[in-house]
């Protein structure tokens, strides 16, 4: 199967100063984005359990790029009526540190997920399709969100 990439920008974003965790969206449910994709309900439930039961996470990565080094992790996630809820910290390394900066400072507010479609559907009345099952293997900072109603909301 093709991983396929889905960007999403934060939506919810909260980030503890003292621990540097944050909480984000790394999708959100519902609407029609730039790819014709729509998330609906039920879509990372099954991802969600398999990683929970394997202990693993999604890698966390700058821009989908599996080449360099993940730029920090995922601590948890799950899929609540709104999206795919995470939380993560940023590494102390140098990519990861211009992330947080970047973040801090509002100049960088996006996340895309790269998955394998397990399950979807056409449908004709939307003109999208339907991501009914999703297998997330990464979720990664970006510069741009294919699906815009999904902003920083706020930077603690």
């Known amino acids: 199967m093709k991983l396929k990439r889905l960007t999403m920008a934060v939506s919810g974003w909260k980030y503890d100063e003292e621990t540097g965790v944050f909480e984000c969206y790394g999708n959100v449910k519902g609407n029609i984005d ?6 609906i309900d039920g879509c990372y439930a099954k991802s969600c359990a398999q990683h929970k039961a394997h202990g693993t996470m999604p890698k966390m990565f700058w821009s989908h790029n599996p080449r360099e080094l993940p730029v920090g992790k995922w601590l948890t996630m799950e899929e609540d009526a709104k999206g795919l809820k995470l939380t993560g910290k940023l590494s102390k390394t140098s990519m990861g540190t211009d992330i947080e900066i970047l973040a801090k400072d509002g100049a960088l507010d996006s ?3 790269g998955y394998i479609e397990v399950k979807s559907k056409w449908n004709n ?15 990664s ?5 294919c699906n815009e109603e999904s902003r920083l909301e706020s930077i603690k």
Do not use: M, P, T
Not at 141 to 145: G, H, R, S
């Open 141 to 145: 900072w970006v510069n741009f969100a």
């Open 34 to 39: 730039h790819a014709k994709d729509r998330a």
């Open 125 to 139: 009345e939307k003109g999208c399709n339907d991501l009914i099952e999703l297998d997330i293997k990464e979720v």
């Open 111 to 113: 996340f895309s997920i």
